[in-house]
T-cell receptor, first 111, second 117 residues
Framework: QKEVEQNSGPLSVPEGAIASLNCTYS??????FFWYRQYSGKSPELIMF????GDKEDGRFTAQLNKASQYVSLLIRDSQPSDSATYLC???????????FGKGTKLSVIP | GAVVSQHPSRVICKSGTSVKIECRSL??????MFWYRQFPKQSLMLMAT?????????EQGVEKDKFLINHASLTLSTLTVTSAHPEDSSFYIC?????????????FGPGTRLTVL
């Protein structure tokens, strides 16, 4: 069974700090990796996707992928109170459009 | 763009009635749409995968006769909760594939909050 594990948190960081969110997955054949942000009572919003090992940067966000370790992370630089949300890691496998979601990490950025 | 809309955003109904939820891709053709359900403080649970013109594929434990899915066009999928009961109260979210970015990226609609009295 495919599994995606995340620390549920809450992860508290001060405003301006770097928030580091981690995710591991069980299916070694996974091809695509996504980070979504979900505010309370709202639907998930795509932040980034990453396919290849290494880092991918988009503004204040950096996704990191290490397929050998089956590990994907999201770094948020200069964290803002508006970044406070639950961050969902999602993974899909080769030839599949279905996503397996982690349970999410709740991030709280303290002003 | 990759905008997905849902209608209605919120619905309250009496037990035993049926409720239809629409999911539309506004600026792209969605080859595949997904329906999820999310209970409070829990993660997303995939209910079914919907491809235009074919029958939906339901996840284990999801009753296909209770949750009717129709994907009539490349921009519209509907979920009908038949004979709704209080335990069906949940946040229903659709997603679609086919927008900008990677071809396997799911873009989510804003969700429909269903309350069954």
């Amino acid at each position: 069974q495919k599994e995606v594990e995340q620390n549920s948190g809450p992860l508290s960081v001060p405003e301006g700090a770097i928030a580091s969110l981690n995710c591991t997955y069980s299916d070694r054949g996974s091809q695509s990796f996504f980070w979504y942000r979900q505010y309370s009572g709202k639907s998930p919003e795509l932040i980034m996707f990453i396919y290849s090992n290494g880092d991918k940067e988009d503004g204040r966000f950096t996704a990191q992928l290490n397929k050998a370790s089956q590990y994907v992370s999201l770094l948020i630089r200069d964290s803002q109170p508006s970044d406070s949300a639950t961050y969902l890691c999602a993974v899909n496998g080769a030839g599949s459009y279905q996503l397996t979601f982690g349970k999410g990490t709740k991030l709280s950025v303290i002003p | 763009g990759a905008v997905v809309s849902q209608h209605p955003s919120r619905v309250i109904c009496k037990s035993g009635t049926s409720v239809k939820i629409e999911c539309r891709s506004l600026d792209f053709q969605a080859t595949t749409m997904f329906w999820y359900r999310q209970f409070p403080k829990q993660s997303l649970m995939l209910m079914a995968t919907s491809n235009e013109g074919s029958k939906a594929t339901y996840e284990q434990g999801v009753e296909k006769d209770k949750f009717l899915i129709n994907h009539a066009s490349l921009t519209l999928s509907t979920l009908t909760v038949t004979s709704a009961h209080p335990e069906d109260s949940s946040f229903y979210i659709c997603s679609a594939i086919g927008g900008q970015g990677a071809t396997d990226t799911q873009y989510f609609g804003p969700g429909t909050r269903l309350t069954v009295l």
